[in-house]
């Protein structure tokens, strides 16, 4: 058997808008065709998934009528369970709406705010019929382009009510949900509010419910912000607030890529993958990226095939790294700190991370 052919137990899920990805660009229109939720579902059970996340709207398209939203919502359930594919993770688009344009949950507009607490809850009755436990909560729009107008701290106190308010909705439906912050430095604003995900983790601290809210670190947006992915992680696990992650790549310096996990960052991928698997990681991996905007619906396929499989041949390089003899002496020696000297005399760095480099590299 392949050693890396992904199964329901590594607990792989893609987002519906990930494989479903059309190929829109600020400069382009689609390039690929819209892609049946169901499809994708079916695809995705035979490569091996454990499941998919979705928005409310990349299942029940806008302005869909109760009885319509019921018979979608039954037939996705029917092809899930058929394909035996879980929803561990749904999340609410409040970004798309043109009133959602200078804010949702922190617009300066009342009934804004209103909105988009209604579609907060909207989505999370949907995420729980379908047995989702997470439900993400990314704010595209919370933010600015210009502080000409803006009042940050005020932005921060409403987008505190709005996250409460929906804390509360969970203990009143006594939903099995957690809500997972995920941050992003800028994009589609000039400047997002809550801009990393070691801002989200002091910010839950704020909440009324911190215990029913973690976060949802991803990868791609936290190399935006020029900081190290795996340590993010570290952080979160370390707070006990590490719910969700979304896995991709991103080369520094650009737009929001959303590339294929360790499409171009392999090292850097190499250590999230450890960060997850030695910190006790039990949640979903989660890609959350689209094929390149050259790809037909293969290429989709190609793509996502490649992130699992990339994930597996990292996880099995961190055991390798773990059972390497000349990298334990080496690691054995580095952390062995009862020494009485102040500062340690030697420290190695070089020789292991070579040694990693050619793990890495396929050499040992
Ligand atoms: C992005 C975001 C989104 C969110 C998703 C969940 O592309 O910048 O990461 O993909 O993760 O919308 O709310
Ligand atoms: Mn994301
Ligand atoms: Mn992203």
Redesign the pocket.
Known sequence: MDAYQPRPEHRFTF?L??VGNIGRDPFGGPVRPVLDPLNAVRHLARLGAYGV?L?DDDLVPPGTGASDRDRIVREFRRVLDGEGMRVPMA???L?SEPGFRDGALTSRFPSVRSRALVKAKAAMDLGVELGAEIF???G?REGTDTDAAANPGLALQRYRDGVNTLTRYIRDQRYPLKIAL?A?PN?PRGDLFLPTTGAMLAFIGTLDEPALVGV?P?I??EKMAGLNPAHTIAQALDAGKLVHV?LNDQRIGRF?Q?LRFGSDDIKGAFFVVKALEEGGYQGPRNF?AHAYRTEDEEGVWAFARGCMRTYLVLKEKVARMREDPEIRGLLAAVERDDSPEVTPLTMRDEELDQLVVELLLGVR
Do not use: C, P, Q, Y
Request: proline share 0%; charged share 35%; no cysteine.
């Open positions: 987002g808008w990930t996340s928005h999340t609410v688009n970004f993400v909560l990314w595209g995920e992003k994009e949802n991803e791609a947006h979304d929001d959303d959350d």
